[in-house]
């Protein structure tokens, strides 16, 4: 019985960690650090220290302890280890801008309905967050950025982020303005720019026939001028939306929408490349017919 149960609880121990991978330690009030697995070094927390070497080889899934340098001193603090998921990595990565929020970043793989091997032209890649949604989906992705240093630190934390896995798709970073033009052919672009009304005519020539437009915007005002813009360039099936999360509190038979959650964020706008005058008009006309229906 002893045996038995003992190989049962090792199929189930989590794969170990190994040095040079990322591990994230979570408190036991929710805090979390992620760091790098390098043989020697620790980690300084709050509570206590936490070698390097403690982790390397431990199942993923187990817990750690924090040690004190006071042998007479007693700790009880210990820490959760676990594999970073994309989002966990998003939300502690260093940032040379704001980034996108992981729910923002679900919903534009599926509205702008990425896929393996897809062609996709990013503008304004900030910390690199976008860029590695798409890129774990498996898309190859261009970016444009007009910023140096916004480049350097997407380039870094993308490189950080995937590692050697080479499931994700092919990446580049252009420093070059996208309001002056866009170069090659492509199936999806996607911006993350203050005036993307002004990249619609480039990315109408760029995008083959039915090809997505996705645009992340801060305000509404932003969002009516890029849905005219984008009726003028020949896209149609637009659409805006926000995405809000909202988390539960359950405890037991006490359930209560938690007290605090993630609102506004940005809005999200997308549209499809018509091909063909006849199209154009026809989804122009129905939009026309909606809003007057609704005003």
């Not at 005219?228 to 939306?241: D, I």
Request: hydrophobic share 40%; charged share 25%.
């Amino acid at each position: 019985m002893g045996r038995a149960t003992g190989d049962a609880e090792a199929g189930r121990s989590g794969r170990p960690f190994a040095e040079g991978e990322r591990v994230l330690l979570i408190d036991r009030k929710g805090r979390r650090k992620l760091l790098r697995l390098r043989a020697g070094r620790s980690y300084q927390s709050h509570a206590g220290v936490v070698s390097h070497d403690a982790l390397i080889g431990l199942p993923e899934g187990s817990e750690v302890a924090a040690r004190t340098n006071d042998e007479e001193r007693r700790n009880s603090a210990k820490f959760l280890a676990i594999r970073p998921s994309l989002s966990d990595i998003v939300l502690n990565m260093p940032r040379g801008a704001q980034v996108i929020y992981p729910k923002d970043l679900a919903a534009i793989l599926l509205a702008a309905d990425i896929f393996p091997g897809a062609r996709v032209l990013e503008a304004g890649v900030g910390s690199g967050a976008l860029s590695m949604a798409l890129l774990r989906a498996g898309a190859d992705v261009t970016g444009y950025e007009i910023r140096e240093d916004f480049a350097a630190t997407a380039s870094s934390n993308v490189a950080e982020a995937r590692g050697g896995n080479e499931r994700w798709g092919s990446y580049s970073i252009e420093l070059r303005d996208l309001y002056e033009g866009i170069e090659g052919s492509y199936d999806r672009v996607v911006l993350d720019l203050p005036e993307p009304w002004r990249a619609v005519d480039s990315a109408a020539a760029a995008l083959v026939g039915g090809g997505i437009f996705c645009a992340y915007l801060p305000s509404i005002s932003q969002v009516v001028e890029l849905r005219q813009a984008l009726r003028r360039a020949g896209f149609g099936l637009a659409e805006s939306f926000e995405v809000l999360r909202r988390g539960w509190y359950i405890e037991g038979r006490a359930v209560r929408p938690e007290l605090r959650m993630v609102g506004h964020t940005g809005f999200l706008t997308t549209a499809r490349l018509l091909v063909g005058a006849g199209a154009v008009e026809d989804f122009a006309a129905a939009e026309e017919e909606g809003e007057e229906s609704s005003s």
